[in-house]
């Protein structure tokens, strides 16, 4: 599908590898025209927190010398421009993860998922800002300032994957990488007519990926088109000896998990779509119901049969997020002390002031928010209290969607779960931040598939006009676990059958 300018699109993954590998252009070209644009908007846009002009160029050239050399024939992104989300680790450069506490660090090592893409032929021309430690849902906890909406540059693209969002709904470059904890894909692609997809927990490795909640916690391809996630995830997806908690399962259909066009199996039946009531309560943005309402007509018009489904537990998924999330943020971050990694304070009294200070001068207010209450549902008195009960949540709203997607009988089982990403569009800057329950709200229909470890893929719907200014509203498509070629396909149908 088609969207209105601005923003402007650039060429598909696809595409540029194609032109790449035949001669037609070169990465060198493609990468200059890329970081030309990165140089022209990034001030106004502030999509990057860095940007790699010399070594992205040298890499460019010497794909374009294995692709002189024939070497270079099979690389799937030859030449293609990518950002990384700066909580990637690249072995060259920063990784912030948008904080004071990593102002300065730099990783030793490439990210697994980061890698792959690099063997692939990609070109890493920057890092992508994001909410502090991948926490929010607009990109305004950023010690950099946020990401702005291409589409409105009074408003935030979403978070935390903001700056990826917005460099790929931008132009700036066809594909980026960002990480969903209870969200932060598919929000922000909703906000910025981009596709945004989380593929199961565990399909991607996240080794290279700083943790935050490291039970929920996954990477995923930004694109402007359901091909190049695919395209993407496939390089990205399979096990890793550096993660244990990688999925040793095989990936289906591998190489190309859109080989098949039908969206179920050749045999199919009619496709089954359940759209939960909970997503239709009446709390949303009226754009957010006209998406839902296009998406429904499209995937009825290609056949499929639209069921209501009930998820009873969904009305639980935010506070049991909230206790889980923070819980392993808390853990996680206590390794940034001042001594191991990160900002260390100047001239500390003693060890306990080295650890204090170091901490409340290096994290922003969010992350200590987060730690803060992660500690205290932890302490003894308040573990049995909280955290055991959020981990029954869990379980409780985890079953719900399972047994939808799962269930053992053919004639009610869904082929996937159609919601909202997000209760509304893109907000203005500023508007949420004074009240973190209201930044949490935007998680209310991602945070439930993430506890359950699903996969789940945002798809641009709509674009309509709020406020005087044209906004792009996505949908959620939620399959079953390790049913990404499926649920691409899926969305596929749903993508060209979206009027243009
Ligand atoms: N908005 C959610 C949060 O703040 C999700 C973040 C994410 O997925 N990284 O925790």
């Known amino acids: 599908m088609s969207l209105p300018t601005p923003p402007a699109r650039s060429d598909s993954a696809r595409a540029i590898a194609d032109a790449v590998r035949s001669g037609e252009t070169t990465a060198a070209d493609t990468v200059a025209a890329a970081l030309g644009r990165i140089d022209d908007t990034n001030p106004r846009l502030n999509a990057f927190i860095d940007i790699f002009h010399q070594r992205a160029s040298e890499q460019a050239k010497a794909i374009d010398t294995r692709v ?54 990609a070109i890493v021309v920057g890092k992508a800002n994001l909410d502090e430690f991948a ?42 990488l960002g990480s969903d904890t209870g969200g932060s894909i598919r929000q922000p692609a909703s906000h910025t007519g981009t596709v945004g997809f ?41 096990t890793d000896p550096n993660d244990l908690t990688s999925s040793a399962r095989s990936v289906d259909d591998q190489g190309d ?91 500390p009294a003693d060890l306990e002031d080295l650890f204090v200070r170091s901490r409340t001068e290096g994290f922003g207010p969010e992350v200590r928010r987060r730690i803060m209450l992660g500690t205290h549902i932890l302490s003894s008195g308040y573990y049995d209290a909280y955290y055991l009960t959020a981990l029954k949540a869990r379980r409780l709203i985890a079953g719900d969607y399972t047994r939808l997607l799962e269930g053992e009988d053919d004639a009610s089982r869904c082929d ?54 044209t906004l792009p509203t996505g949908v959620q498509l939620v399959g079953a676990h390790w049913q990404e070629a499926k649920l691409l396909r899926l969305a596929r149908v749903l993508e060209q059958s979206l009027p243009a």
Not at 317 to 336: D, G, M, Q, T
Request: hydrophobic fraction near 45%; aromatic fraction near 6%.
């Open 68 to 121: 002189a050399s024939g070497e270079g024939k099979n690389l799937p992104l030859a030449g293609v421009p990518i950002a990384l989300k700066d909580n990637i680790c690249l072995g060259w450069g920063r990784t912030t993860c948008a904080s004071r506490m990593l102002e300065d660090y730099r990783s030793p090592f490439t990210a697994t998922a980061a890698q792959r893409l690099i063997n692939a032929g």
């Open 135 to 176: 926490m929010g849902a607009s990109g305004e906890h950023s010690v950099f300032g946020a990401s702005k909406n291409p589409w409105d540059e009074s408003r935030t693209c979403g978070g935390s994957s903001s700056g990826s969002a917005c460099a790929v709904a931008a132009g700036l470059v066809p594909i980026a």
């Open 198 to 238: 989380k593929p199961t927990y565990g399909r991607v490795s996240r080794w290279g990926l700083v943790a935050f909640a490291s039970s929920l916690d996954q990477i995923g391809p930004f694109a402007t088109s359901v091909d190049d996630a695919a395209l993407v995830y496939a390089i990205i997806a399979g």
């Open 257 to 347: 998990p859109l080989a098949t066009t039908d969206a179920a199996a050749p045999d199919s039946q009619p496709l089954r779509i359940g759209v939960p009531r909970f997503a239709q309560s009446g709390g949303n943005h009226p754009a957010v119901d006209g998406a839902l309402k296009a998406a429904t007509a499209a995937l009825a018009n290609a056949g499929a049969e639209i069921v209501e489904v009930d998820l009873p537990h969904a009305d639980h998924a935010i506070a049991a997020y909230y206790l889980i999330a923070p819980a392993e943020a808390s853990s996680n971050l206590a390794r940034f002390d001042g001594v191991r990694y990160g900002h260390r304070a100047e001239s």
């Open 416 to 469: 996937a779960l159609l919601m909202p990403p997000a209760p509304g569009p893109a907000f203005k800057l500023g508007d949420k931040l004074d009240d973190p329950l209201a930044l949490y709200l935007e998680d209310i229909y991602t945070a439930g598939v993430s506890l359950a470890g699903l996969p789940a893929i945002t798809i641009p719907a709509i674009t309509s006009e709020v406020d005087g200014v």
